[in-house]
């Protein structure tokens, strides 16, 4: 803290216009960036949601595919259960069928993706209900929420899909995939739809004791024809999409977004400094160095990126929980990373642009105060 | 201690030419000067004279194009540009015509800041801005921002900040020229009580000829060329162009015609005269 930041201060703070506008373009990029990956991590989360809430040790699905739900049919013996419950390590194994179903629901066609849980131990059903059970038994059907709210479904009604009677007895939160949502009904009651017998389409599997990729390599060497993924690599095959497609534009508009911070602290430093070259010649000639000069440059950036980095934080996170009220299937999740992030960005943005005025403060001479 | 550094300022055979070729413009020939700690120094001399060039020089603004310039013990043309901040730093004080405050910051902040320049903490440094401000009678505005001071008061401030770090050598362009007779009076006035009493050598460029009577040496620059005294006595003369009584120290110009000075109002009568000389006899 030395003299240059008085003056620094005092330039920001009896030119508060000037400050606004550099601190809004820092807030404004900030905002860009963490709106976007909250937005990214948010999707991202839902879609993974279900996933995360089986809570699986492993999921076993047929060799050779890329073993996501949504890019592949996964058929798998039914006959591999008893195989891989003699893995060593394997303590239950649960088949779960999967495949997405369009169907009439009243004048609209409909689609959801429809899991074919156990009914007995209800594991791969609904991360959680807002209303009604969580485990569908014969004949019944448990809906997503945002399916419900988006079609006019709700409790008691019967839904036939595709020939099929099935009444609605939950309505669950958290199977909401962003481009489709889950649905949930007995094994026996959703084989008809997948029209074979003697197959199924994963293996849930927990493990007791030891690493379950260990349990993992066991099972895929040792039962022909399916392969077992843990849970993050499983996640990681579900969001490879949004991965590939959505991260590198991300990317992009945070560049943008950084250079239009650059540009605008950039633009309002360097005119501050330009009109002010009279009294950096007068520092220079009662005795400044260029360091201290550029000091004084350099603070006030960092202040403006600062100040907009705080600001863009703040309206980030009041934009993103009116969003998330307004629109609940709008998820976004700002996380402390992003955060550290955005502020990693304003500090740069203030680093970069405060070498805009370098050439003018070094250009000025000192010999010019003495004219008028 | 050789004569070199007994001197608070000496100049040998300063020669200054702005641009080059064609447009060459010498604005100071060969000057040689010696001045002794605690002298007040008035220079004065037409407009475009070289006062402005030589000041800036003395105060290690500007590189002579010939000669040196010791300030102290110390040949300034010798040191360095990463040098210099600091010399001008220490051992100058600079008073401007225009002021030259920086408008952002109060009174009082603007002598701080060139006090913690010089590696003083802020509270002393403050301390030390209110005693200066204190003896030239501002305590009453030490928290005014220079738009909200008249111009004697903002030129107290700026004689203030040159004052702050206790230089030996203080430069003033001018000072007085933004000001009214009576506060510009008082404040050359100051500029003279900080040679007499507080022992500093003050060089002080003015077109006010009335101060000469405060001054311990009196200068006279002329197309560049400084001396000791000026051409004549201070009479008046007439402008042979427009027939205007003139002090002949405050003219804009001279010339000589057969072996007579002659002295112009302003640079207008000056360029008429070069002009057309025969059409302007001399003055009676
Ligand atoms: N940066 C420069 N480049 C070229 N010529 C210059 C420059 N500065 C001054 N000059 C010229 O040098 C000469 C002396 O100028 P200077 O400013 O030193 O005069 P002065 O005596 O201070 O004048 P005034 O009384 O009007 O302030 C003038 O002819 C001026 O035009
Ligand atoms: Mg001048």
Known sequence: MGVGTS???????????RLAISAGGVALAVMLILLLRGLYVGITDQATRYIHSV??????????????????????????EEQIQSVDGVEEVVPLLSLPVVFRLGSQEVDFRLMGVDPVSGVGGPPGVSAG???????EIVVDRVFADNHGVDLGDVLDVRGLSLRVVGIARGGNAVISQFAWASLPDTRPLLGAEGVVNYFVVQTGGGPPEEVGDRITTGVPGVQ?????????????????GFLPILWVLVVIALAIGVAVIGLTIYTATVEKSREYGVLKAVGFSNRTLYGIVFQQSLTSGALGFLLGTVLSLVVASGVERLIPSFATSIRAGDVGLAAVAALAMALVSSFVPVRPVARVDPAQVFRA | MSARSDAALRLGSITKVYGEGEAAVTAVRDAS????????VIVMGPSGSGKTTLLSICGALLRPTAGQVWVGGTDITALTERELPGLRLRRMGFVFQNFNLLANLTARENVRIVIEANGVRRSAADARARELL???RMTHRLDALPDQLSGGERQRVAIARALANDPPLILADEPTGNLDSKTGYQAMHMLELLAKEHGKTVIAVTHDHRVQDVADLMLWLEDGVLSERPPEEAELARDPVCGMVINALR?????????????????ICLERFDREAARYPSPE
């Open chain 1, 7 to 17: 003056i620094a201060w005092r330039n920001l703070a009896r030119e508060r216009t």
């Open chain 2, 134 to 136: 204190g003896q030239l």
């Open chain 1, 133 to 139: 059970r969580r485990t569908p038994g014969p004949g």
């Open chain 2, 33 to 40: 000067l010696v001045v002794t700690p605690g002298q007040f």
């Open chain 1, 228 to 244: 077992a993924l843990t849970e993050d690599e499983f996640t990681d095959r579900n969001t490879a999409d949004l991965r590939e």
């Open chain 1, 55 to 80: 809570g699986a040790d492993l999921w076993v699905a047929q060799d050779g595919t890329p073993g996501d739900f949504f890019h592949s049919v996964s058929i798998i013996p039914e006959t591999a």
């Open chain 2, 251 to 267: 003219a804009a110009g001279r010339r000589e015609r057969d072996g007579e000075p002659l002295s112009f109002c302003s640079e």
